[in-house]
């Protein structure tokens, strides 16, 4: 059975930094590419980055050069640092996998998911 946990969710001040951390127990067949996702209050769930293993990695434009998405393979862990946060950048964040990123940059969303981890942005 497939399990995604997240962690390192907080509360933080405008400009600050945060590091989520998604583990992944469990085979997922397939390429494995993985992704994060996030949902503000009273907003429809966006895309926010993703990596393949070989560490090709696309990002929104919102978090492009503040974001970076990393995947330890052997742990299996995909992580996101996240510096110089904005009251905006405040959701539930959430980790996806088992999806797949075309060569065009877009990742197709996996059948996994985390539970979400809270990220909140005081300004």
């Known amino acids: 059975q497939v399990q995604l946990v997240e962690s390192g969710g907080g509360l933080v001040q405008a400009g600050g930094s945060l590091r989520l951390s998604c583990a992944v127990s469990?085979?997922?067949?397939?390429?494995?590419?993985m992704a994060w996702y996030r949902r503000a209050p009273g907003k429809q769930r966006e895309f926010v980055t993703g990596?393949?293993?070989?560490?090709?990695?696309t990002y929104a434009p919102s978090v492009k050069g503040r974001f970076t998405i990393s995947k330890d393979n052997a742990k299996n862990t995909a992580y996101l640092q996240m510096n110089f946060l904005q009251p905006e950048d405040t959701a539930v964040y959430y980790c996806?996998?088992?999806?797949?990123?075309?060569?065009?940059?877009?990742?197709?969303?996996?059948?996994?998911w985390g539970q979400g981890t809270q990220v909140t942005v005081s300004s």
């Open positions: 469990g085979t997922i067949p397939g390429d494995n590419d």
């Open positions: 990596i393949t293993n070989a560490a090709r990695t």
């Open positions: 996806n996998a088992g999806g797949t990123m075309d060569p065009q940059g877009r990742y197709w969303v996996g059948h996994y």
